[in-house]
């Protein structure tokens, strides 16, 4: 596990609330969603997960599913690329996320797509 740099996460109550990325480092998407949040400057800790899905226990049993990337900010877990950057840029742009994520086109990019 890592803690990237970048300005901390707080919540309305003063808490810290880290957000945390699932990813394997071949996969072009997570690849996409770390330089995202990067760009963003915003702090992460990340979890590289085993490129084989059925070894993927600690992903399946926090998101429900295999694939990558996933993120998880407090009680809100996303699966599917486009509605973690959807996610991130709003949270960019107010500070706190504000409604839930919408399920995206089956188009979005993910794991699932190679």
């Known amino acids: 596990m890592f803690l990237t740099c970048g300005r901390p996460l707080v919540d309305m109550s003063g808490?810290?609330?880290?957000?945390?990325?699932?990813h394997t480092?071949?996969?072009p998407e997570c690849q996409i969603v770390r330089?995202?949040?990067?760009?963003l400057g915003l702090s992460y800790e990340h979890e590289v997960v085993p490129d084989v899905r059925p070894?993927?226990?600690k992903l399946y049993e926090v998101s429900g599913q295999n694939y990558v990337?996933?993120?998880?900010?407090g009680e809100t877990v996303l699966t599917e690329t486009f509605e973690i950057l959807a996610y991130l840029?709003?949270?960019?742009d107010h500070g706190t996320p504000s409604g839930e994520a919408?399920?995206?086109?089956?188009?979005?990019l993910d794991e699932r797509n190679h």
């Open 55 to 57: 070894f993927r226990k």
């Open 89 to 92: 840029d709003n949270y960019e």
């Open 35 to 39: 330089e995202k949040l990067a760009e």
């Open 25 to 27: 480092e071949w996969c």
């Open 15 to 22: 808490t810290l609330n880290t957000m945390k990325l699932y």
């Open 69 to 73: 990337p996933v993120l998880v900010h």
């Open 102 to 108: 919408s399920n995206p086109p089956s188009s979005s």
